[in-house]
């Protein structure tokens, strides 16, 4: 069955837009991301213009992360005060992106950036997580304790000014790296269409030393609320938010993430940066293919009547 999306102005098939929210959904209650890095370029791949999929896909992503937020604040795993702090600048980064969102499109390069940044984006550090967690699972597999992370490390970092007690992370550091990192998400949030949990929850684990408990149901939390900001953004500023494309994604997406939320509780940590590593990894590859692969019709004509 496929319907009309006015704003896309194209049409599409209605169970695989819920199958592929529902998919992105699986993936986001699982390993704690938005989904977006996975769900824009999808709609990219099925013709989907690149502003209009940045823009739509953050209603999808805020819908599946409320539902996986309270299926972790109900087990107690939601550190709001660092939720807050990361929040704070995710919603300064989104003001700084929006107007950089509208210079490019502008200027005709929207399309084009986007594309290049998923393909650096998820090629660094996809390329970056997959040797960590390969490492980590044969350390672990020789041993069981070698190369596992304990929270509440130091690094450089947390001898920055302004700390703050965590209690929940059981964490005393200073809110400028949480404030910092939040504040790329939100930039990133509104110029790529992704919630900024595939950045997020490494730099959580590895650059601000939190208990991987708490991590997931934390980072949902500020996408919720970064992702919602973005699609206000992109629907006052442009006008490419497709309403009937966000609502088949959204119906999928709340399914989806209450059984990725089961199902990542019986995966171990590392074997789920290890999976979505290899995500990220392909996503990046079929992306860089599509740039340097000539189009089979470069050149479209149209006619238009005579008034």
């Known amino acids: 069955m496929e319907i009309y999306l006015p704003i896309a102005e194209m049409p599409v098939n209605v169970f695989l837009i819920v199958g592929l929210g529902a998919a992105v959904g699986f993936l986001s209650g699982m390993f704690g991301v938005g ?32 539902s996986g937020v309270m299926s972790h604040w109900r087990k107690g795993n939601v550190d709001f005060k660092m939720g807050g702090v990361l929040l704070g600048g995710g919603l300064i980064g989104s003001l700084a992106g929006i107007q950089l969102f509208n210079a490019l ?61 965590f209690h929940r992370s059981k964490l005393y550091i200073s809110a ?11 930039l990133l949030s509104v110029v790529m269409g992704i919630g900024g949990g595939f950045i997020l929850v490494p ?17 949902l939390f500020q996408i919720i609320f970064v992702g919602g900001f973005s699609t206000l953004l992109h629907a006052i500023t442009n006008q490419s938010v497709d309403a009937m494309l966000g609502a088949l994604l959204i119906v ?53 009547s005579a008034p």
């Open 176 to 186: 400028i790296p949480p404030l910092l990192l939040g504040l790329l998400i939100g």
């Open 35 to 66: 989904g977006g890095f996975i769900l824009t370029p999808f709609l990219m791949f099925w013709g989907i213009p690149p502003a209009v999929a940045v823009a739509t896909q953050s209603t999808q992503t805020v819908a599946s992360s409320v």
């Open 105 to 165: 499109r502008a200027a005709g390069q929207a399309d084009l950036f986007i594309a290049l940044s998923y393909v650096i984006f998820l090629g660094s550090i996809g390329s970056l997580m997959f040797w960590e967690s390969l490492q980590a699972v044969r350390q672990s597999g020789t041993n069981g304790l070698t190369g596992r992370r304990e929270a509440g490390g130091h690094y450089w970092v947390h001898g920055w000014p302004l700390k703050m007690r």
């Open 252 to 304: 999928g997406g709340v399914i989806g993430a209450q059984f990725g939320v089961r199902y990542g509780e019986r995966l171990r940590s590392d074997w789920m940066r290890l999976c979505l590593a290899g995500l990220l990894l392909m996503i990046c590859a079929r992306l860089g293919f599509n740039l340097i692969w000539p189009p089979g019709d470069p050149f479209s004509v149209i006619i238009e």
């Open 203 to 219: 730099a959580m684990i590895y650059l601000l030393r939190m208990p991987a408990s708490v991590v997931v149901g934390t980072s």
